[in-house]
């Protein structure tokens, strides 16, 4: 056993602290603590630990508000106050883009801290007679029960409630073998839910979920899939998602940002910031989605672009452009990568934006935004340490990193969303 005074929180899990000189890792310990821990891996350059007793409790700890905590792996820094969450995740961004000399960072915009997430994957296991629907333990694949849970929205909890309900019934038990997750996503007033399942269902298997939909009225889809394809989709009539005064339809595989609120700040920043820049020429949208923001600016430019590779999410915006009369985007469903060197790409470019997944950008996009030179780059990201590797390609190219916003849309979790500003010159 070691005593450690705990000194911050990493980016992850873990708090941070020392011995002997060396780094040691230690999960669920607070800035300020004063811990008993024990040495469960050792490195050549850090340790890693278990938190065995607090000797002095920070003033930044708190009892968890969740009954799953921490066992449920879907939040990691519910024992800190979300003001403390904040402070260090400030903390741990500034580390992280301090090489990148940005001229402005702002204050990490707070947004609810509760109910706040719209998708729901449940994991599957079983314990004799029981079928448990949750999360999977951090670091392995035990599943905890989500009762109680305080992030997922209450219509999502409600139909956890119907969920296991029905996962328990005897003669379903065959069913939720085969099944590998069930996901909800609920964007008022539309709920969608499928089954993803390890192999074809049977006929009856299908009528079981039909009538489960059917004692639903909530859903307003239900998808059965495997590898195989699709093998059912049930619809329920319901008007669409209304987000930013505008109504969209969001398929079950298209991507939407987890906190509906979290996604109104952002763009509501994307457009202040665009709203003060030149627009002559071009706006291309990499990583479209659903193109919600590309709608949201296509006024400000001459000519825009929405590039999106998911082929659903590619649908949708589709869908949603047939309802403007006058809109002149050009939505193509092809990777961000096959863009370059091509006609989109050719003339002048007033704007680029890009939202990547977590792995940040290709090697193949970061060769390719060096022939192009768009006169501002904006990128949303939601992984600073790759959105940093990044950022120092850009700067590269010849641009100055201007503005960071930054936003806690995952409140208990160490997770952020970044949105900055490039301006060329």
């Not at 994957?121 to 905890?144: C, M, P, Q, T, W």
Request: with cysteine; net charge neutral; glycine share 6%.
């Amino acid at each position: 056993m070691e005593t450690v005074s705990i000194e911050k929180m990493t980016y992850g899990i873990d708090s941070l602290s020392h011995i002997d000189g060396k780094v040691v890792f230690v999960p669920y310990a607070a800035p300020g603590d004063k811990a008993e821990i024990e040495i469960v891996e050792e490195k050549t350059d850090y340790l890693r630990a278990e938190l065995k007793k607090i000797l002095e409790e920070s003033p930044d700890r708190r009892e968890s508000p969740c009954p799953n905590f921490p066992e449920c792996g879907g939040c990691h820094w519910l024992h800190l106050y979300p003001e403390a969450q904040r402070r260090e995740k400030e903390d741990i961004l500034n580390f992280i883009l301090k090489p990148l000399n940005p001229a402005q960072v702002y204050p990490m915009e707070p947004l609810p801290i509760t109910h706040y997430r719209n998708k729901m994957e449940l994991k599957i296991a079983f314990d004799g007679d029981k079928v448990i629907l949750g999360n999977y333990k951090y670091r392995s694949h035990d599943v905890v029960q989500l009762k109680g849970c305080i992030v997922q929205c209450k219509d999502n909890l409600a139909m956890l409630e119907k969920l296991e309900e029905f996962a328990n019934i005897s003669e379903n038990r065959p069913l939720l073998e085969k099944t590998e997750t069930i996901m909800v996503r609920t964007l008022p007033p539309q709920q969608h839910c499928v089954f993803y399942l390890k192999e074809a269902p049977t006929e009856d298997e299908l009528k079981t979920l039909h009538a489960f939909f059917d004692e639903n009225e909530s859903l307003s889809r239900l998808e059965t899939q495997s590898n195989l394809g699709n093998h059912q989709t049930l619809l329920r009539e319901k008007p669409l998602f209304n987000f930013m005064k505008k109504n969209w339809r969001i398929s079950t595989g298209s991507f939407f940002q987890n906190n509906i609120e979290g996604a109104e700040a952002i763009l509501h920043t994307l457009l202040s910031i665009y709203h003060s820049l030149p627009h002559k020429g071009k706006f291309i949208d990499l990583y479209c989605g659903c193109g919600t923001q590309t709608f949201l600016l296509e006024n400000l430019f001459d000519e825009v672009f929405g590039v999106e590779c998911n082929q659903a999410s590619f649908q949708d915006a589709i869908a949603f452009q047939k309802t403007r009369s006058n809109s002149k985007i050009k939505f193509i469903c092809r990777k961000a990568e096959t863009i370059f060197n091509s006609p989109i790409t050719k003339g002048v470019i007033a704007a680029l934006h890009l939202n990547p997944p977590r792995t940040g950008l290709s090697q193949r996009v970061l060769k390719g935004l060096t022939g192009i030179k768009p006169k501002v780059i904006t990128y949303l990201s939601c992984n600073p340490t790759t959105f940093r590797r990044d950022a120092k390609y850009i700067r590269s190219l010849g641009y100055k990193l201007d503005r960071i916003y930054s936003f806690d849309l995952f409140p208990g979790t160490f997770h952020m969303e970044t949105l900055s500003l490039f301006i060329r010159g």
